[in-house]
Structure formats: C-alpha cells, structure tokens
C-alpha cells in the first residue's frame, strides 16, 4: 500500500469502513514498528473516536531573570509545565475501525465523559494510555454535508495528584531536643549555684565528690537488677516464647531485634561491655567531682552515667525503671550551720538537682524509645513520668533556678505530647470473663476473631501457661 493510498484513505472519512482490512494490515504486517504500526485507537474515559490532527504543549516552567547592563539573563527554572493535549477527529456511526454503535449515541457518551467531573484515563494515538487527564473544553461539530459523521475536538490536560504541603513534627525528636535545653539549663543553674560555694575550699568539693558516689551507688545497684540482666537476651531474634520479643513490643511495633545470626553468648558479652561502660562512667564522675569548678566537665560526666546506664537496658521500659530511680535521688546528709557547712548544704542541693535533671532527661528519652501496648499502658508511663517532672520542676522553681525551670516545662512538654499522640489511637484493656480455662489460640479467636494474636494476648495476660490462660484477665478491646 504506497504513502499516496494511505492519504486517501486517511482523508476520506468514507473510506474508512472500507479500508478496515488494509488498516489491519498496516499495523500487522510489515509496517508494524514505524509510525503508521504505531498508532492506538484513541479514546477518552472509554468513548473511543477517530483522531485527524493533534498537537500536544509541553516544556518547562521558567522564569527569566533581566539584570542591567547584563547582557544575558538568569533562567530561572520552576519544574515542567502540565502536559497539554488537543485532539481534532470525528465520531462516525457503526465504525468498522472502532464500532460504537450510532454516532448520537457516540457523541452523549464524549460529553458525559467531559462534562463530568475528575480525571479520566485518555488513550492517545501515539503517547499512549495516560492517566490522570481532565478535559478543559471540547466541542462538537454537526452539519448536513458530514451525515452520519460528527465532528470533535478536545482540549486536555494532565494534572497531578490532590496533595497538599504538610508538615509535621516528629515528637520524638522533640523530645531529643527539649532533653538537651535540660542538659544545658541545668549545667547553667548548677555553675551559678556553686561558684561562691567552692571558694569555701576542699570540704565543699569533697562533698561534691561524696554526693557524686552516693548517686553513683544507685547506679551500680541498678546495672546488677536481676530484670535488666535477664533482659539483655531478650533480643535474640527467632520465636523464644513471651520473654524474647526485640526488647520492647508494643502495640503498633517493636522495638528492632538483634541480627538473626546474633549468639546469647554474643548479647551477654555486649551486656557485659556496657556494665563496664557504667563503671568507667562513675569513675570519670568522681574524677570530674574533685574538681567541680569546672562545671561542664562535671555535667557532661552526670550525662555520660546516665546513658552509659540507660544503654545497657534492651527494653526501653528497663531503662524508664532504672534511670527513674536516678531522677529520685534525694541525699540525706546534714551539715552545722557554719559558712562551712551552709556551703556544703548548697553544694549537695546544687549536685543532687544537676543529677537529677541529668536523669530526666535520659527518662525522657527512654520514654520516646518505649512501644506502648495499649493506651492504658501509654497513660501509665505518662502518669508514672510526669509525677517525677512535676515535683522537679517545683523543686527548680522554690530554688529560683529560671533556666532549669523554664527547660523541665519544655521537656515534660514534649514527653506529654509524644505519649498521647503515640498512645492515644491505642485500643484500651477490658477485663474478660469465661466460663473455663482455654488456650490462647482459641481465645485469641473468640476475641479478635484472629488465632494470629495468640501472641500478643500471652504477652498482654502472662498466664503460667499458653494452654492454660486464666478465666478472667484484662486484655487489649480490639
């Protein structure tokens, strides 16, 4: 078929039921792969049509930037423009090339397909299947000379997803950030407290250096809690039972498990690094205690215990536990009331609140690492967390240390609101009754309608024994 044959065709809109089997033939045989084979029955919403012409605008989205006596210009470029398409062709009734049916038919079916609203999927001649295409005007074109012919042209665009800007604060990174305005309010209260105390000479920083192994005391009995050392295995991956779960798993995920080739003998060799971690970091506190005028050493040596302790805990909820019990320390010693001994009383006062607030800040954080299992669960922590920030931060303000107070407020801020937003989608426990003793599976069945969340039920309930859960027990709503 020559180049001439095929204008013909093209153009006479008659030809066209005629010539079906030559148009067949163009796209089959050995003209397939060239432009002619290339073609697509163009259509629009699913209305196909005859396309004639098109002409499609595209390029990118450019602002030009003039500058005098600069005899070029910057070109500023601001993404691509959206791609235009606008297609000239006719409906023709009973079609041999793409059928239809009656060509008033045809044409109701395009305008619908037009007029409604919403992108639609457009199947152009040469581009292809595109999806997401709107039609921004279009018309149609009778008259007694075309008969049984109508003639169209659309106007589309192509247009993106409906996504709007948003931007969202993680709260566990804020709460890293308050935790660090801590650090540094506390190190500026505690340097303007015991800058006219340490001149009193070496009783006073022999008390810093007291109060320093007093707190550090508490840490060695924690890093040997019989909870925590059992613990330290408690991420070895594989499926161990309740007591082995990737240290904390909560609710909505889990805290990350040890590498699946990880040993026990591996993870207690690693425990037993971080206990010496601990003692390396009490050593380099009562080092930097014996010279407390300088301060930041002294706080920065505060801050190092309290991590090297929260980092031997695997469970997020072992080191809530035991970097809580360094937020209480409260010393108990008495001094006269000499110059002496009122420095000395500062001194311990000024020590005990830098530690302390050293350890908030590692509960804070810990706190932002726990997976709550329920929403009960995330009000406990809450409860729990905000009692020792509330009566620090009473503390600070009888003391008249703005800068502690003003971070503490910020900080119990933050842990609030990372705890309920984490926390608040949770489902609740609901107490359950039976009638006899089950198995986990089938309760997890009659429950949730899931024999999957047997699980996480002996994980919620602790019975003696997966066969033999008890007959009533608290469990998670949904």
């Known amino acids: 078929m020559s180049a001439a044959t095929l204008t013909t065709f093209a153009g006479s809109i008659g030809g066209l039921a005629s010539a079906a089997q030559q148009v067949a033939s163009i796209l089959t045989g050995p003209g397939a792969g060239t432009w002619w084979g290339s073609l697509r029955q163009a259509s629009f919403a699913g209305v196909p049509f005859a396309v004639r012409e098109n002409r499609t605008r595209f390029g990118g989205r450019n602002v030009v930037h003039r500058y005098p006596y600069r005899d070029d210009a910057y070109i500023e470029p601001l993404g691509k423009l959206p791609r235009q398409y606008e297609l000239i062709g006719f409906l023709i ?141 408690s991420t070895l991956a594989g499926d161990f039972g309740r007591f082995f779960g990737g240290g904390n798993s909560g609710y909505t995920g889990s805290n990350q498990t040890a590498p699946a080739n990880t040993t026990a003998e591996q993870l207690l060799e690693a425990d037993t690094a971080n206990v010496s971690a601990v003692v390396s970091a009490g050593a380099a506190l009562q080092t930097a205690a014996a010279n407390a005028s300088d301060t930041t050493t002294f706080a920065i040596a505060a801050q190092a215990l309290v991590t090297a302790l929260a980092a031997s805990a695997a469970d997020p909820a072992d080191a809530i536990r035991l970097t809580t019990d360094l937020a ?48 009960d669960d995330a009000t406990a922590v809450l409860e729990n967390v905000t009692t020792l920030f509330d009566a620090e931060i009473l503390t600070a303000a009888d003391a008249e240390e703005d800068s502690s107070y003003s971070a503490l407020r910020t900080l119990r801020a933050s842990v609030v609101a990372d705890l309920q937003a984490r926390g608040a989608d949770l489902a609740s426990l609901v107490m359950m009754n039976f009638a006899g003793s089950l198995p986990a599976v089938v309760l997890a ?20 024994h997966p066969l033999f859960m008890p007959q009533s027990f608290q469990a998670l709503a949904s």
Not at 357 to 368: F, H, K, N, P, Y
């Open 93 to 233: 009734e009973s079609s041999r090339v793409y059928g239809g049916g009656p060509v008033i038919a045809q044409r109701d079916a395009l305008v619908t397909a037009c007029e409604k609203g919403g992108p639609r999927t457009l199947v152009h001649p040469t581009f292809g299947s595109v999806q997401n295409v709107s039609c921004m005007e279009s018309e149609a074109s009778e008259s007694f000379d075309h008969g049984r012919v109508i003639m169209i042209r659309l106007s589309l665009m192509r247009g993106g997803a409906k996504i709007y800007p948003n931007v969202a604060t993680s709260t566990q990174s804020a709460v890293g950030t308050a935790a660090s305005g801590l650090l540094s309010g506390s190190l500026l209260d505690f340097a303007t407290a015991v800058a006219t105390a340490i001149e009193q000479g070496a009783a006073v920083v022999n008390t810093a250096v007291d109060t320093a192994v007093s707190w550090y005391q508490t840490a060695v009995t924690d890093i040997h809690d019989v909870k925590r050392v059992l613990n330290a295995v």
């Open 445 to 464: 069945h009659r429950i949730y309608d899931d024999a999957t969340r047997a699980d996480q039920l002996v994980q919620q309930v602790q019975p003696v």
């Open 328 to 375: 209480s320390f409260s010393p108990t010693s008495s001094f006269t009331n000499s110059p002496i001994g009122a420095a000395m009383q500062s001194m311990q006062t000024s020590c005990a609140a830098l530690f302390r607030r050293a350890a908030l800040a590692g509960v804070a954080q810990a706190c932002a690492s726990y997976q709550p299992s329920s929403y």
